[in-house]
């Protein structure tokens, strides 16, 4: 396990030592969400029945946060290391495909939980929380951080410059976590959208982490917890594979 904890340690180190970029701006990012529309919906709108939209809200920006940030760990990894030419040395290690794997999508977890803790603790103090199932919110919370690291794995590997990751940060990240119903409910949404939000696996990410704090969401926590592992099974299962493959890194 030397090899594994030593890559693994490379890449808590790598963002770290940029924590303020890493770090702080999204937790920043987070809160200056929170103000903007805690200010234009907290009078007008409550959800699940007797839940404010401030509470409502926080849950979904700590879950945005750790997802976006889970999948900028591992991407940001792989591009930087294959544009710089020193992923070289990692695959002449004689770590296994499933070592690296681990490595990568470990790290991506940490940096997600430790955004996501930091925005709860930025944003704590705007309204009273409720932990009604804290279980639900460390499961939801580790796997779509593992299912984001290893979807940010694949992109890293199937990109081959810097505009390539940041089109799929900007047409699939980051359309997929606004519309997955961190600002709203589904069921405010019409007939069509409601149906298209349940066809996007990130809503079910969010919706059960949002059912640890207040025993309720939009489907049953169960359903969630079902997309969740069939996502970090196709996420994880494709990451594998293409590491297996060397897809676009050994040649």
Partial sequence: ??????????????????????????????????????????????????????AFLIPGLMMMSVLQNAFANTSSSLIQSKITGNLVFVLLSPLKPWELFVAYVGASVIRGLIVGAGVLLVTVWFVPLTFA?????????????SMLGAL?????????????????QNFIITPATFLSGVFYS????????????HLNPFFYLIDGFRYGFFGA??????VSLLAALLGNLLCGGI??????RGTKLRN
């Fill in 1 to 54: 396990m030397t090899g594994l904890l030593t890559l693994l340690r490379k890449e808590l180190l790598r963002f770290f030592k940029v924590s303020f970029q890493t770090v702080a701006a999204p937790i920043v990012t987070a809160l200056l969400y929170l103000l903007i529309f805690s200010h234009a919906f907290t009078a007008h709108m409550q959800v699940f029945g007797h839940v404010p939209y401030t």
């Fill in 133 to 145: 199932e804290p279980v639900w919110i460390v499961v939801f919370a580790v796997l779509g951080a």
């Fill in 152 to 168: 940010g794995l694949i992109a890293g590997i199937w990109a081959e410059k810097f505009d390539q990751m940041a089109a799929f």
């Fill in 186 to 197: 589904v069921h405010t949404l019409p007939a069509f959208w409601k149906v298209a939000s």
């Fill in 217 to 222: 969401g939009d489907v049953s926590p169960w």
């Fill in 239 to 244: 990451a594998l594979v293409m590491l297996l």
